[in-house]
């Protein structure tokens, strides 16, 4: 027991820590780039790529994650997963090649045909790595994807800076999409030593796909979801709209799909393990809640304080347009991670079934936000989907309910210190900086108001010994003695 602990706190730190280089490094690079381009540029991108992310479902088929929570796999199954991500990403790709003129047309930007088209070799790319990653979150073997990771943003952002400031615009943005998959896959390659065999069972696809196809449709619902507002976005508003409403949900996503997909990493194959121990699992749920909801709260009603100084301030006044949008995002984004852990917990006990009916009546009542914004406007479309949000929690939390007796008011009773001394700060934070907005520019208004809340946050919850806050002390501790 001792030993799956001690593999899963590193494995969590690694994967968290990755994470948190990887967009710290995306944001340094992200901010040097939209002061070179302009929301329109985002756009152009962001237009094409509703369409090929969709295509990401059906290559993977959930065949990742059914390698993952496999107790046993063999060779076979890897080289039967293999070609078949491979077959479908070589017809997805020729699928889209075809649609290009369709979907420029679609937008009404002819731009988007020679956009289409490159980007989507990143189809294939993708389905190169599925297997070799997919094996290495298996192992929980986060410290090497961490640096493949961080590797291939930094490359891949520089080269990309360098295109923009040689006046490349959109191409800038696509060149760093396409180099940073193609620096993954050699890294991936180099470091795994799994090799297919010419091979393709019958047998073992029956197995997985018996897993994997409920997360597949759920998978197809979901990603389709995410996108449909970009594509509202960009079919009823223009271009740099659509920059702007990406931009806004790319800061927002820093603090809880940071946290939500370093807990995609590792939930599954620790929560996996754990299948068979009900009480034990629902004790790690209790923990890993608290302590993800600690550090996503805290910083997701830091950033609505912050909203105006952190776009303007960090990327300039052409950004203005995404403010209204950061502000509105930030409350979607607040439950995000327990949603995330919700959904893992479904996986790793094998009810896929379950996933995909969550799946289906969440995206049911979501779409009414999709309806908002095609005849009211963008911000009702987030308001839209903050209410969701809250609904969809309350349908993920009722299967937890029912499978280990933990549902939405046990939940939300294990965070409620969290949001109280998260409201403490808003309370304090907010008034000051609306205040000192007229004495300090947004770079010194931004660095002022984060010490000051940061220094808070801690002081509060040391105040009142919060449980989550003690863990995260332990565990901080306790890497830095293995580290040191």
């Not at 969709?54 to 994650?65: K, P």
């Not at 599925?130 to 930094?154: A, G, H």
């Not at 507002?229 to 603090?255: D, I, S």
């Amino acid at each position: 027991m001792s030993g799956l602990k001690d593999k899963a706190i590193s494995g969590a730190s690694w994967s968290l820590t990755g994470r948190l280089l990887q967009q710290g490094v995306q944001f340094l690079i992200g901010i040097i780039l939209a002061r070179l381009l302009m929301p329109e540029e985002y756009g152009l991108v962001a237009m094409a790529l509703v369409f090929i992310t969709v295509f990401y479902v059906f290559v993977d088929s959930g065949f990742s994650t059914a390698i993952i929570q496999r107790k046993e796999i063999t060779k076979s199954d890897l080289s039967t997963v293999f070609y078949l991500n491979l077959g479908v990403s070589v017809i997805a790709f020729i699928i889209l090649y075809l649609l290009a003129p369709l979907i420029a047309k679609f937008y009404g930007n002819i731009q988007l045909v020679r956009i289409v088209r490159t980007l989507s070799l990143m189809i294939i790319l993708y389905a190169l790595t599925i297997v070799q990653n997919s094996l290495l979150v298996r192992d929980i073997r986060f410290k090497i994807k961490t640096r493949i990771e961080l590797v291939s943003q930094i490359l891949s952002g520089i080269i990309a800076i360098y295109l923009a400031y040689k006046g490349y615009g959109v191409w800038a943005l696509i060149w760093k999409t396409l180099l940073n998959q193609i620096f993954v896959n050699i890294q991936l390659w180099m470091s795994n030593r799994w090799l297919p065999s010419f091979e393709f069972n019958k047998n073992s696809f029956k197995e997985l796909f018996g897993f994997s196809n409920k997360l597949l449709v759920s998978g197809i619902i979901d990603r389709v979801y995410q996108q449909i507002n970009r594509l509202v976005v960009g079919k009823f508003f223009p271009a740099a709209e659509l920059g702007y409403y990406t931009k806004a949900e790319q800061f927002n996503n820093l603090p809880s799909h940071t946290i939500s997909n370093s807990l995609m990493s590792f939930l599954l194959p620790v929560f996996s393990k754990m299948q068979d121990d009900i009480e034990r699992l629902r004790r790690a749920i209790v923990k890993v809640i608290k302590i993800v909801m600690y550090f996503n709260v805290n910083a997701m009603l830091l950033m609505f304080i912050l909203s105006e100084p952190l776009i303007i301030g960090l990327l300039g006044e052409q950004w203005r347009g995404a403010v209204p949008y950061l502000r509105l995002l930030v409350f979607v984004g607040l439950f995000y991670p327990m949603h995330t852990i919700n959904v893992q917990i479904l996986t790793a006990l094998g009810r896929s079934d379950l996933f995909l009916k969550v799946e289906v009546y969440k995206k049911i009542i979501g779409s009414t936000s999709v309806l908002l914004g095609i005849f009211v406007g963008i911000q009702a479309m987030i308001c839209g989907m903050i209410v969701t949000s809250f609904i969809s929690l309350a349908i993920n939390t009722y299967y937890t309910n029912k499978l280990l007796r933990l549902g939405l008011f046990e939940q939300l009773k294990c965070i409620s210190k969290t949001f109280f001394v998260a409201l403490i700060m808003v309370i304090l934070m907010l008034p000051l900086t609306i205040f000192l907005k007229s004495y300090l520019n947004n770079i010194e208004l931004l660095i002022l108001i984060s010490s000051i809340s940061f220094f808070l946050v801690l002081f509060i919850s040391n105040l009142l010994r919060l449980e989550e806050y003690t863990e995260i002390k332990l565990i901080v501790t306790k890497l830095i003695k293995r580290n040191g």
